[in-house]
């Protein structure tokens, strides 16, 4: 039996995955099921966020000075809290206990305090804010939510199935579970070890860091040469869903929001004369046309207006403009805009394969757009956040979860990053990729030779607070080298997408990934196979005689199906037929002088094909 199937047993013995009758809209993505008319919240899914919050909290306990208010309304969990705050650095429980329900009692804690009461278990809090609240009972509406958000102390809550949405949103770490008597003793009995182990470790190195939400991506000037920077890295699947039922809400967040696409990457490695932005990656679709079509869709979903902004070089703005002109109909706002002289030889800095958590492009983009004056014009508009886009990812999206996500943990700095295969973090994408990481694992460069020792590839799409740009450059803090810098921003974080929403285009055999069976698209959005059983995409490896996109079509009447292909290498002068289905390792390397043709409808699993006499 492994440890997995042990802990789940152990979740199974305290009924933490029995829910209520009733499972509202948002927490339905924690259940499994129903029976006996309750809903079944999903064990796995439970040790997933319980796993994130004990790594967030151990976190914060690095700092010997960190405390912790636990927040608890139920009688019969009392005596598990009280034990569990007699063994950690914690605000008392008595404290805890009484003054959450009093309203003002984190916002009101340094006014003066005066009160007459017989209650002389009643006392006040303490003038220094806990660093994080641990709600064991959410059941009852507490202003303890509206209280953290507002001073931005992160929430760490038991959640159950009928959590109402105002109140699940506020929570920073929610664990999905029942709270049951013997479940609260379980997660008490974690936390206790989880925050005594890292007092035990900070003992024996002398020393505590803090890490708070604000700081714990930070790196001060005064600790340059002591330790690199850090990242913490928070997985996609943990963030909050955007309400359905709320339209009015999500259209005020997305109104905030402005999409700023580089348009100066050229197809000349493929033959194509024009920026990348014009290929036809599937069923006569460009990349600009799937992130006008997001946009589109947004728009008409939520009646929100999410402006468009395009940063074209000289050599790419005519033919630009000219794509544009088909889009006049379309509900979406967009601004193409000329990069001057000033920045244009900047656009050619950092052509890739730097080791950097950013590449300098995404500088170029903001100096151009602070030169114009359009910073200062979103900001009058109400425009708080931007989505910078690689140019070479065509499964970039503009993402209302990601933006909710920003919003509610005032985060100035995004960066998406994905995990590289070949460390094979992929497989625990959601979960085990929580924490804090050195920027020495990430790696720009998504070549697969290149990524080996990486555990990210930083796929250079950027979510930015623009107060936060106008501020930087107020001081004349920003330029190319320091947009780089994390400890530029009050606030920053990596944010763990699925490798399938970075899909980059920069050979034809990207270009055969992207059009065949294992990609579809919907209102922009690239969509993966259900039916690919792997995590990873296949490797494709076309010889130069596919180098040029024309070449590339002549070769291949249809793309063959790759589900279930592993990796494909083709070398020498191959053509292939229509309904070809491709599994497992292929190799098919034609001799010099040779012309070998795929016949239709054929099947090559785990083959090496060098003749017609091997098909």
């Known amino acids: 039996m492994t440890i997995h199937s042990v802990v789940i047993q152990k979740l199974l013995t305290t009924n933490a995955h029995i829910g209520r009758q009733v499972t509202t809209h948002h927490f339905k993505q924690f259940t499994y099921g129903f029976r006996n008319r309750q809903s079944i919240i999903d064990s796995d899914k439970t040790l ?15 700092d010997p000075s960190s405390s912790f208010l636990f927040i608890n309304t139920n009688p019969l969990f009392q005596p598990i809290i009280d034990e569990m ?22 916002t009101n804690s340094c006014s003066p305090k005066k009160f007459r009461s017989r209650h002389k278990k009643l006392v006040f809090a303490p003038t220094k804010m806990p660093d994080c609240v641990v709600i064991f009972d959410t059941e009852r509406k507490s202003s303890v939510f509206l209280e953290a958000e507002r001073l931005g102390i992160p929430i760490v809550a038991l959640v159950d199935s009928g959590i109402p949405w105002e109140y699940y949103k506020k929570v920073t770490y929610p664990i999905p579970a029942n709270d049951s008597v013997q479940f609260v003793y379980l997660i008490c009995n974690m936390i206790t070890k989880c925050l005594m182990l890292e007092k035990k470790k900070d003992g024996a190195k002398g020393t505590g860091k803090k890490a708070t939400i604000k700081d714990q991506v930070e790196s001060t000037s005064e600790s340059k040469g002591s330790a690199s920077d850090e990242v913490l890295v928070v997985p996609y699947d943990n963030l909050a869903p955007m309400s359905c039922a709320d339209i009015a809400d999500s259209k005020q967040l997305l109104d905030k929001l402005v999409v700023v696409k580089y348009n100066g990457a050229l197809g000349k490695n493929m033959g194509f004369n024009g920026p990348k932005s014009l290929i036809e990656v599937k069923n006569g679709s460009t990349p600009l046309d799937l992130i006008v079509n997001q946009i589109q869709s947004l728009n008409s979903k939520y009646g929100c207006n999410i402006p468009l902004l395009l940063m074209n070089p000289k050599n790419t703005h005519k033919d630009i403009v000219k794509a544009l002109e088909k889009y006049s109909t379309l509900d979406v706002d967009i601004h193409p805009f000329e990069q001057g002289e000033r920045t244009q030889h900047e656009s050619f800095v950092s052509e890739g394969g730097e080791d950097k958590w950013q590449s300098s492009k995404h500088g170029t983009h903001f100096l151009s757009l602070m030169n114009s004056g359009t910073l200062d014009v979103l900001l009058a508009q109400g425009k708080e956040y931007a989505l910078v886009v690689n140019p070479d990812n065509v499964a970039d999206v503009v993402d209302p979860k990601i933006l909710n996500h920003l919003a509610q943990n005032s985060i100035e700095y995004c960066s998406e990053v994905t995990p590289t295969t070949s460390t094979g973090l992929i497989n625990f994408m959601a ?13 720009s460069d998504h070549s697969e030779k290149s990524v080996k020792g990486f555990k990210f590839i930083d796929t250079r799409s950027l979510w930015l607070n623009l107060k936060a740009i ?10 190319l080298d320091n947009l780089s ?12 997408i699925p490798q399938s929403r970075f ?40 010889g130069p005689e596919f180098e040029k996109i024309s070449d590339f079509k002549r070769r291949f009447e249809t793309i063959p199906s790759i589900v279930k292909l592993d990796s494909l290498e083709v070398n020498g002068d191959v053509w292939f037929g229509a309904d070809i289905v491709l599994k497992g390792k292929v190799v098919i390397d034609a001799s010099p002088g040779l012309t070998l043709r795929i016949p239709d409808g054929v099947v090559l699993e785990d083959e090496e094909i060098n003749d017609p006499t091997d098909i």
Do not use: H
């Open 470 to 479: 106008k501020r930087l450059v107020d001081t004349s803090a920003l330029n």
């Open 48 to 62: 997933i966020c319980l796993r994130n919050a004990l790594n967030f909290l151990s976190c914060l306990s690095r």
């Open 503 to 542: 899909l980059p285009l920069n050979s034809t055999s990207d270009l055969f990934l992207l059009q065949s069976d294992l990609y579809s698209f919907t209102e922009g959005m690239f969509v993966r196979n259900d039916a690919r059983v792997s995590p990873s995409d296949p490797s494709i490896a076309l």
């Open 431 to 443: 979960s085990s990729l929580q924490g804090i990481f050195k920027l020495e694992d990430f790696t």
């Open 485 to 496: 810098t994390l400890k530029l921003f009050e606030n920053s974080i990596g944010m763990s």
């Open 85 to 106: 705050t007699s063994r950690v650095t914690s605000l008392s429980p008595e404290r805890a206990s009484s003054l959450w329900k009093m309203r003002g009692f984190l």
